[in-house]
T-cell receptor, first 114, second 114 residues
Framework: GAGVSQSPRYKVTKRGQDVALRCDPISGHVSLYWYRQALGQGPEFLTYFNYEAQQDKSGLPNDRFSAERPEGSISTLTIQRTEQRDSAMYRC????????????FGSGTRLTVV | AQKVTQAQTEISVVEKEDVTLDCVYETRDTTYYLFWYKQPPSGELVFLIRRNSFDEQNEISGRYSWNFQKSTSSFNFTITASQVVDSAVYFCALSDPNTDKLIFGTGTRLQVFP
């Protein structure tokens, strides 16, 4: 596609529910990144993939968070048993090759846990 | 550890004024990239510039200019003759050269009044 596409754009869920956030990167982009941005803060790194391999998940806050990119294209970030503190903007970005810094961010998914 | 500091939380100016947004970074790496992103009220993250750590030349793009000084670990951003459309949150970021993940500052909110 022309840009990085994320869905849903907005998600409101009840505490304790699982959510899955989807990222469709720019076609052909090797690297895919997930970030989380709390209100009034800068984005914080969660995890990233090269092709289908998860290279670094050091930013995932706890084991309720997981991500996959099974075919090296679309990625899903899953949050299990959501808590109110998970409320944030979740952003995905992709780049053509690791080391080619300056990637393109998607519009994000605004998650609200009530 | 890598860190980006944007000491100015919020700046207000009147249209046509020049304004400089400060960014100071910390890293032990000799190779890295520095970035500026703009986040307008609509929420997306818009890439403005990427600067390689080996390139200390200042850059000008229209009303925007960037001053990179390795000696003071600063990468400041100046908007000349500001306009209302420049109102946004501006983020400075530093890349990890091994993983390409970005470390963001907390952002500076710029308000330009007519």
């Amino acid at each position: 596609g022309a840009g990085v596409s994320q869905s849903p754009r907005y998600k409101v869920t009840k505490r304790g529910q699982d959510v899955a956030l989807r990222c469709d990167p720019i076609s052909g982009h090797v690297s895919l990144y997930w970030y989380r941005q709390a209100l009034g803060q800068g984005p914080e790194f969660l995890t990233y993939f090269n092709y289908e391999a998860q290279q670094d998940k050091s930013g995932l806050p706890n084991d309720r968070f997981s991500a996959e990119r099974p075919e090296g294209s679309i990625s899903t970030l899953t949050i299990q048993r959501t808590e109110q503190r998970d409320s944030a903007m979740y952003r995905c970005a992709s780049s053509s090759r690791q080391g080619r810094a300056g990637y393109t961010f998607g519009s994000g998914t605004r998650l609200t846990v009530v | 550890a890598q860190k980006v500091t944007q000491a100015q939380t919020e700046i207000s100016v009147v249209e046509k004024e020049d304004v400089t947004l400060d960014c100071v970074y910390e890293t032990r790496d000799t190779t890295y990239y520095l970035f500026w992103y703009k986040q307008p009220p609509s929420g997306e993250l818009v890439f403005l510039i990427r600067r390689n750590s080996f390139d200390e030349q200042n850059e000008i793009s229209g009303r925007y200019s960037w001053n990179f000084q390795k000696s003071t670990s600063s990468f400041n951003f100046t908007i000349t003759a500001s306009q209302v459309v420049d109102s946004a949150v501006y983020f400075c970021a530093l890349s990890d050269p091994n993983t390409d993940k970005l470390i963001f500052g907390t952002g500076t909110r710029l308000q330009v009044f007519p």
